[in-house]
């Protein structure tokens, strides 16, 4: 690899540059195309899974057949879900919204918006391009909504995910435990989520995951995207 870059000095600055810090298309934007080619990759695979009912489809059945056997955690179920729900997310949407917009942060604002608006707008695209019907003896229609991929899943991981984003750039000098504790925080909620919905019997575990999928690719997007123009010479931060 080294006589390789001495050889091919263009390479080597090019690879170079990918992984430097504090430029507009440095490490940030790789780690960020990085995460989305995965989200996509996973994305793809579950859902051919799903299309041609393999062993995944099986693993749904089971789980949600034994989850079924267990009505005891209905109502913390129930209060996990309702985190997940268009209601809280819109309000914390607004409110964040707001926050932004006193402290005159129109670049955070603007990923913001995009970030959430734009993951509700993908997510009923591929519920309508998949129309995958919801586990049977669902509380939920099918006619009502589609089940694939789950927008609790994928919504909850966009607007936590890009709340603990936000918090960052605000608080510069949050700390690495700080950070730490904000970000497993967002991380056990929205996996909590994910499992109220297999709980609940509204989702397979197959729906759940391509929700993270979904919701990881498009919250890479959009925080690499604001931070492309965040890091521009010419940009007031």
Same mark, same amino acid.
Request: glycine share 8%; charged share 15%.
């Given at each position: 690899m080294q006589r390789l870059m001495?050889?091919?000095?263009?390479?080597?600055? +090019? /690879?170079?540059?990918?992984f430097a810090r504090g430029t507009p298309f440095g490490l940030h934007?790789?780690?960020?195309?990085?995460?989305s080619l995965i989200g996509? +990759?996973? +994305?793809?695979?579950i859902a051919e899974n799903v299309f041609y009912r393999t062993s995944l489809v099986?693993?749904?059945?089971?789980?949600?057949e034994q989850l079924q056997m267990k009505p005891s955690g209905y109502m913390i179920a129930q209060v996990f879900t309702a985190l997940g729900s268009w209601l809280p997310l819109t309000a914390l949407t607004v409110t964040v919204g707001i926050?932004?917009?006193?402290? %005159?942060?129109?670049?955070?604002?603007?990923?913001?918006?995009i970030a959430v608006i734009g993951g509700e707008l993908l997510n009923l695209v591929l519920k309508g391009a998949f129309q995958r019907p919801r586990p049977e003896h669902s509380e939920i229609l099918s006619t009502e909504?589609?089940? +694939?991929?789950?927008?609790?899943a994928m919504l909850s991981l966009v607007v936590y995910g890009m709340l603990v984003y936000l918090v960052t750039r605000l608080d510069p000098d949050i700390g690495r435990r700080r950070l730490a504790i904000v970000t497993l925080g967002a991380a056990v909620l929205?996996?909590?989520?994910?499992?109220? %919905?297999i709980y609940l019997g509204v989702h397979h575990l197959s729906h759940v995951l391509a929700g993270y999928a979904a919701g990881a690719l498009w919250l890479s997007v959009c925080s690499?995207? /604001?931070?492309?123009?965040?890091r521009r010479p010419s940009v007031s931060r």
């Open positions: 001495a050889r091919y000095p263009r390479i080597r600055a +090019f /690879v170079g540059a990918r934007l790789t780690l960020g195309l990085s995460i996509l +990759f996973v +994305f793809a695979s099986q693993l749904d059945l089971w789980l949600f926050i932004l917009t006193m402290r %005159r942060q129109w670049l955070l604002l603007g990923g913001w918006l909504s589609w089940s +694939f991929p789950s927008g609790h929205i996996l909590a989520i994910g499992w109220s %919905r690499s995207a /604001v931070e492309v123009v965040r």
